[in-house]
């Protein structure tokens, strides 16, 4: 089992570019999570994906963010045009329940974005 | 609103000492509660998972318990070893069963 897989690890891009951070989940996983995580307020959902379909964006901070879900492989989550405030560790995570009541989620480690 | 508290923020302690970690929360409503560990650099790694029909769970040298009706959990580790630093968090689902809310951690340091 290779894990939830986030590429690239790091980045480093100016004020104003284009982001897209990229997520892998555990293979047979159907629920997906995009979290974000700073010094100030932690640890934060930002959406959700059962199957495929987005459930709960409402952790989404504003319209620069999107993510998509083209099929159970694979998730993108895309900042445009992006901030220094957006500056965090950005986290995906996975787990096959369909409720994800059961079942611990399991995380990648993590890109950690930086805006200049 | 769910809130997420751990305390102490940050703790060291000594090789083999026995220490116990804080968790609580405001709405006792929760499916369950996990207990996970996150290393320097590094994403979140599942330790526990309380169903919130269960007092307790056990896995090697940790213990978590769990009491709804004052929302708290607490994480008891055994004869800390410093391979067990880092920093702990509990999450318990939050309106939808998959939204789990976060407390903000506790730093564990185990010395020498």
């Known amino acids: 089992d290779a894990g939830v897989i986030q590429s690239p690890r790091h980045e480093v891009t100016e004020m104003g570019q284009e982001v897209t951070l990229r997520c892998k989940p555990i293979?047979?996983?159907?629920?997906l999570f995009w979290y974000r995580q700073t010094m100030m307020r932690g640890l934060e959902l930002l959406i959700y994906?059962?199957?495929?379909?987005?459930?709960?964006d409402s952790g989404m901070p504003e319209d620069r963010f999107s993510a998509k879900m083209p099929n159970a492989s694979f998730s993108t989550l895309k900042i445009q045009p992006s901030e220094p405030r957006d500056s965090a560790v950005y986290f995906c995570?996975?787990?096959?329940?369909?409720?994800?009541?059961?079942?611990?989620?399991?995380f990648g480690d993590g890109t950690r974005l930086s805006i200049l | 609103k769910q809130e997420v508290t751990q305390i102490p923020a940050a703790l060291s302690v000594p090789e083999g000492e026995n220490l116990v970690l804080n968790c609580s929360f405001t709405?006792?409503?929760?499916?369950?509660l996990q207990w996970f560990r996150q290393d320097p650099g590094k994403g979140l790694t599942s330790l526990l998972l309380?169903?919130?029909?269960?007092r307790e769970q056990t896995s090697g040298r940790l213990n978590a318990s769990l009491d709804k009706s004052s929302g708290r959990s607490t994480l008891y580790i055994a004869a800390s070893q410093p391979g067990d630093s880092a920093t702990y968090l509990c999450?318990?689902?939050?309106?939808?069963?998959?939204?789990?809310?976060f407390g903000t951690g506790t730093r564990l340091q185990v010395t020498l």
């Open positions: 994906f059962n199957n495929n379909v987005p459930i709960d």
């Open positions: 293979s047979g996983h159907n629920s």
């Open positions: 709405d006792s409503a929760i499916y369950n």
């Open positions: 309380i169903q919130s029909s269960q």
């Open positions: 999450a318990v689902p939050t309106g939808t069963a998959s939204k789990l809310t």
């Open positions: 995570a996975s787990t096959p329940e369909d409720r994800g009541t059961d079942q611990p989620q399991h």
